[in-house]
């Protein structure tokens, strides 16, 4: 599994766009990216998935650019509920899987 | 309702006493898991199942024992539980291994207390 780099946390206020990058340059050819959140004292939850350019479901967006050496999860006008710990992972194949310490996100009313 | 359902959520215990965590899903997924979740440490995999009779060492696996004699049941052993065991565990399960099956889904956690 490809070694990721992210920040350990963000602060945003209520309302604002939050985009969060994990770096991934030793990403494989078959690997996919993943996004969970995390809620204290609750089991991740899967956000999105995406292989390249661009991916956009009900919750996030998720930017890829051309040489998948990172991506970027954005979050469109956040909510105090989105306070949390967002992880990304990068595999072709989850069978040994590796989370990471995350970012931990604080939106501020 | 689709779920991953671990049993129990809460446990306190002593220092040798063998304890059993249980974990079922209703999805019929191939895949399972078992992580713990320690402050400042972030999710670390304990062992993993690809099928039936089939598991894996994850990064942490000392101290603990698995097995996946059915599809839906894969149960976390501590033979002789240890204080550095204490922490907040988590099963999870997905459809498969392979993108875009590997979704994983969690179950509620388990918090283990080893005195």
């Known amino acids: 599994l490809a070694k990721t780099t992210q920040p350990i946390s963000m602060d945003s206020y209520e309302g604002q766009e939050v985009n969060i990058t994990c770096s991934h340059n030793?990403?494989?050819?078959?690997?996919?990216i993943t996004w969970y959140q995390q809620f204290p004292s609750q089991g991740p939850r899967f956000i999105i998935q995406g292989y390249k350019t661009k991916v956009t479901n009900e919750v996030a967006s998720l930017f890829i650019p051309a040489d998948r050496k990172s991506s970027t999860l954005s979050l469109p006008r956040v909510s105090l509920s989105d306070t949390a710990v967002y992880y990304c992972?990068?595999?072709?194949?989850?069978?040994?899987?590796?989370f990471g310490t995350g970012t931990k996100l604080q939106v501020i009313p | 309702e689709a779920q991953v359902t671990q049993n129990p959520r809460y446990l306190i215990t002593v220092t040798g006493k063998k304890l059993t965590v249980t974990c079922s899903q209703n999805?019929?997924?191939?895949?399972m898991s078992w992580y713990r979740q320690d402050p400042g440490l972030g999710l670390r995999q304990i062992y993993y199942?690809?099928?039936?009779?089939?598991?894996d060492k994850g990064d942490v696996p000392e101290g603990y024992k698995v097995s996946r004699k059915e599809k839906r049941n894969f149960p976390l052993i501590l033979e002789s539980p240890s204080p550095n065991q204490t922490s907040l565990y988590f099963c999870?399960?997905?459809?498969?291994?392979?993108?875009?099956?590997?979704?994983?889904?969690f179950g509620p956690g388990t918090r283990l207390l080893v005195l």
């Open positions: 199942s690809m099928n039936v009779e089939v598991t």
């Open positions: 992972l990068v595999g072709g194949g989850y069978q040994k899987v590796t």
């Open positions: 999870a399960s997905s459809l498969g291994s392979r993108p875009p099956h590997e979704t994983q889904y």
């Open positions: 999805m019929n997924h191939e895949y």
């Open positions: 030793n990403i494989a050819t078959n690997d996919y």
